[in-house]
């Protein structure tokens, strides 16, 4: 089983920059990929950014450019690097981790606000 605990949300102007973090637990050794959706009210579960254990990267239209996303050197922690915040980036942002024998294992998820 893997556990997910997230970190890093909070309240941010226009502009303004956040780093999200989250940790994982339990049988890290076989995560693959990891990543980051987001739910903003209203509207559909979107995939933010993924990274996979060789370190590629993917990112959705949106946010390419602005955001960033990393691993630990630990391999069991995942990073969301969010520059360049935009009122329409408002949303609850859930990391996930994928494993071969778990599934998709699921963060609790932090509120990102982006608001003046």
């Known amino acids: 089983q893997v556990r997910l605990v997230e970190s890093g949300g909070g309240l941010v102007q226009p502009g303004g920059s956040l780093r999200l973090s989250c940790a994982a637990s339990?049988?890290?050794?076989?995560?693959?990929?990891m990543g980051w959706y987001r739910q903003a009210p209203g509207k559909e579960r979107e995939l933010v950014a993924t990274i996979t254990s060789g370190g590629s990267t993917n990112y959705a239209d949106s946010v390419k450019g602005r955001f960033t996303i990393s691993r630990g050197n630990a391999r069991n922690t995942v990073t969301l690097q969010m520059n360049t915040l935009k009122p329409e980036d408002t949303a609850v942002y859930s990391c996930?981790?994928?494993?071969?024998?778990?599934?998709?294992?699921w963060g609790q998820g932090t509120q990102v606000t982006v608001s003046s």
């Open positions: 339990g049988s890290i050794f076989s995560i693959n990929a």
């Open positions: 996930y981790a994928d494993a071969p024998w778990t599934g998709r294992s």
